[in-house]
């Protein structure tokens, strides 16, 4: 799974916040953070919750999910 953010100021603070919470992440590119999906993670609510929090936290910090 990858996350594409359009201001790349932002890629190693989404990594370190989602790896707070339990979520190993790896900036891949100055815009990009790569997550391993987890077998129970079939829908991604957990994510999409943490993406809220992240959501509000930096509101302007446009960030993309795309599933491979």
């Given at each position: ?18 790896t ?13 953070v ?12 957990e ?14 910090a ?7």
């Amino acid at each position: 799974m990858q996350l594409f953010l359009r201001d790349p100021t932002y890629t190693d603070r989404l990594a370190a916040f989602l790896t707070s919470v339990g979520r190993p992440a790896i900036v891949g590119a100055p815009d990009r953070v790569d997550l391993e999906e987890n077998a129970e993670d079939a829908n991604n609510l957990e994510l999409e919750l943490y993406l809220r929090v992240w959501r509000v936290l930096y509101p302007d910090a446009d960030v993309e999910l795309v599933e491979y």
